[in-house]
């Protein structure tokens, strides 16, 4: 082998290791599940009679939600609550015609009764977090509880939770979301799986383990005194929820996951949309971890509750290392490509347990928890595992730009309303434009086409590879392909 040979096959295998050690944590996080969290949700501590109920705050954060604003404070308005200590605020940042509808709205339920305010800025300092900021200051309930724009509440949501509160040592509940448009696309059917993996069973697992997980943002409730005692929301990672979540466990309050209570919402049904989400929530996390991790490893908590938080706040990291490693896979097996059978799967059997099947294994427990049946599962998890690869080259950018500490906007998911198979969005507004990050993985799934070319014209017994070659082709073909296509047809909309 030449020198330049051995580098790529050592930097090849390095990552292969690391990527082995995040993807084999999710073994450990079923472990934990099936150790402590089998079993009905937590009961409260006691509860609240019905004339001691506490006043609670609904804030509604919206920033040009057309499509969903009308749903939204209407599902608010049902909830079953009394009037006298329900406070409903709209806190609107928009620019377009939300502020009118949201307004018309307002008028229409407060003549009903509802407490309900509607607060328009024109300067989105803080963005989301310093929405709920200005909010709070103004709010009258000692409990906040939080709805994005596409989330329609169930009336049961605040007596679901409100209970936990009786024990003074919580300063936070999170509902497990569940997904109106689930079936409406096999993109978004692949990103309700991801999604209910790190609800089912990462929140659950960590939350009942002891260990720290974190507010989503949306569809939980926090006791006031609790944000003021962890410093307030602060808007310097794009992922305030996550931020403040974990100064607030620093602090030593108490959190609390309802897997059975669930609040349903919208999945975007656009790539493009995906796309913005992902990177909000990967280059959040990386922020978050630069700003807290050191704190937390100085700590004087336990090793567990440390080495979970590490994991949790860095694991966004291992999207840069597949974009490496997608770079190097195919001329790893060009090199490799004499090998015998028996060398090729010892060298390349651990990003298949540690990596690949750990990744299947997760998902199909946490499907098979929520009654899923088995043949969906096996049908959906390549398209998964697909979506996770193909996004990396977003989700690597989104990192390398937290690392590096390249500031950009909080960019919202846009909603449409999107609830039943057949509905168009096509046609609306807020459909994101296509970057150039496509042509990237276009061209990433077309060195994978050679690669796997190579392989199979080669007629040597190397062919334990292709399997991974092509679910890294299919990836980034899928994941370019409908940015490309959904991107353009929106900008000829746009048009």
């Known amino acids: 082998m030449t020198t330049l040979q051995i580098v790529v096959l050592t930097v090849y295998f390095a990552i292969l290791l690391v990527l082995s050690f995040y993807g084999s944590h999710r073994y450990a996080i079923v472990a934990l599940y099936k150790k402590f969290a089998q079993g009905d949700d937590p009961q409260p501590k006691d509860r609240f009679a019905p004339e001691q109920l506490p006043v609670v705050t609904v804030q509604l954060p919206l920033y040009n939600e057309r499509y969903v604003v009308e749903r939204l404070i209407r599902a608010v308005c049902q909830l079953d609550y009394p009037k006298d200590r329900l406070e409903i605020q709209v806190l609107d940042d928009s620019t ?11 008028d229409e339920m407060r003549e009903r009764g509802f407490d309900i305010s509607l607060h328009h800025r024109k ?57 109106i448009n689930r079936e409406f696309s096999l993109l978004t059917r692949a990103q309700a799986i991801l999604l209910d993996g790190h609800f089912v069973l990462e929140h659950t697992a960590r939350n009942r383990a002891g260990r720290f997980f974190n507010f989503n943002g949306t569809a939980g409730i926090w006791r ?27 602090e ?37 971890a630069l700003k807290l991790l050191p704190r937390i490893l100085k700590s004087n908590l336990p090793r567990e509750i440390k080495y979970e938080a590490f994991h949790h706040l860095t694991s966004n990291f291992a999207y840069l290392l597949m974009v490496i490693l997608a770079v190097l896979m195919p001329l790893a097996t060009i090199i490799r490509i004499h090998q015998g059978w028996y060398e090729a799967l010892f060298l390349d059997l651990p990003i298949f347990l540690g990596a690949t099947f750990s990744v ?114 299919f990836g980034f073909f899928y994941v370019a392909t409908l940015s490309a296509f959904q991107g353009l047809r929106g900008a000829v909309r746009a048009r």
């Open 252 to 288: 030593g309050w108490q959190f609390v996951f309802l897997r059975d209570v669930t609040a349903p919402s919208e999945i975007p049904v656009e790539m493009n949309a995906f796309r913005s989400q992902q990177h909000r929530w990967a280059k959040g996390s990386i922020q978050t």
């Open 96 to 106: 377009d015609d939300t502020t009118d509808k949201a307004a018309k709205l307002v």
């Open 360 to 473: 299947c294994y997760f998902y199909w427990v946490s499907q098979r928890e929520i009654g899923r049946n088995a043949w969906e599962i096996l049908r959906l998890i390549p398209a998964v595992l697909g979506l996770g690869i193909g996004v990396s080259v977003n989700n690597a950018k989104a990192v390398v730009e937290a690392m590096v500490g390249h500031q950009t906007p909080f960019v919202r998911t846009p909603k449409y309303a999107i609830q039943s198979v057949g509905e168009s969005w096509s046609s609306k507004l807020y459909i994101r434009k296509s970057t150039i990050l496509p042509l990237v993985e276009f061209a990433l799934g077309a060195w994978f086409t050679y690669g796997i070319f190579f392989v199979v014209v080669s007629e040597n017994h190397s062919f334990f590879s292709v399997p991974f070659l092509i679910l890294f082709q």
């Open 123 to 179: 300067d989105r300092t803080g963005y989301k977090a310093g929405a709920l900021e200005a909010g709070m200051a103004k709010a009258r309930g000692e409990f906040i509880a939080v709805f994005d724009a596409d989330f329609v509440p169930q009336p049961s949501f605040l007596r679901d939770t409100i209970d936990h509160f009786t024990d003074e040592e919580i300063g936070m509940v999170q509902a497990r979301w569940e997904h």
């Open 224 to 250: 006031k005194e609790t944000i003021i005692d962890a410093g307030g929301w602060e808007h310097d990672t794009l992922t305030e929820d996550l931020d403040l979540s974990y100064r607030a466990q620093l």
